[in-house]
């Protein structure tokens, strides 16, 4: 598949358990970014990363750690969260240029739901 | 700071009719403005940005800089742009700031 892929699409878990989300972009983009869209609240930018060092951390919670082993995976790790973490989790990539207004690029997603 | 509002969470028009999907942004530097589309079922995508000063599936947007506002029109509505549209803006920091978010719905 090209472009931004999401795995999983869709999660439940409980707010003891310890799951990833995956994002991988096909796209040789140098940026990657986590974000959450919830019902009540605009799209929230969570993490950004840059050339797969993180550069924004909007004041996320630390039961949301992200991860990003090479410029083309991002990784959000989540320990004990919390049912109003239920969200869906958007990951986004752009290649960053000087002088140019990048795009970024959206997967389709994962929706999770926090019991 | 930076912040986008988008003051219509639902706006309803007839198909053939004009449509204004209206976006304020404040920030005290120099923004760079954007507006992405989400169909139903589909992911979020950029529709336009400010500094292309394109037209995309008949939509314009102007910054209007005395007003900071970035407001999206197209003058007869299709019902195919039956979608959520996000105003977004980037800072000097790179930082991506959206909307709430208008969802557009156009009758037949």
């Known amino acids: 598949e090209t472009g931004v892929t999401q795995t999983p699409r869709h999660l439940v878990m409980g707010m003891t358990n310890k799951k990833s989300l995956k994002c991988e972009q096909h796209l040789g983009h140098n940026a990657m970014y986590w974000y959450k869209q919830s019902a009540k609240k605009p799209l929230e930018l969570m993490f950004v990363y840059n050339f797969k060092e993180q550069t924004e951390n909007n004041s996320v919670p630390s039961r949301f750690s992200p991860e990003c082993p090479n410029s083309s995976h991002l990784f959000l790790h989540l320990h004990t969260l919390q049912p109003e973490d239920s969200a869906l989790y958007l990951c986004?990539?752009?290649?960053?240029?000087?002088?140019?207004?990048?795009?970024?690029?959206f997967g389709p997603g994962t929706r999770l739901l926090v019991l | 700071a930076q912040r986008v509002t988008q003051p219509e969470k639902l706006l309803s028009v007839f198909k053939g009719a004009p449509v204004e999907l209206k976006c304020n942004y404040s920030?005290?530097?120099?923004?760079?403005l954007f507006w992405y589309v989400q169909y139903s079922r589909q992911r979020l995508q950029l529709l336009l940005r400010?500094?292309s000063r394109e037209s995309i599936k008949g939509f314009t947007a102007d910054l209007n800089k005395g007003e900071t506002s970035f407001h999206l029109k197209k003058p007869f509505a299709q019902e195919e742009d039956s979608a959520m549209y996000y105003c977004a803006l980037k800072g000097n920091n790179n930082d991506m700031r959206f909307g709430a978010g208008t969802r557009l719905t156009v009758k037949p």
């Open positions: 986004a990539s752009s290649q960053k240029t000087s002088g140019d207004q990048e795009t970024q690029y």
């Open positions: 920030y005290s530097g120099s923004p760079e």
């Open positions: 400010h500094i």
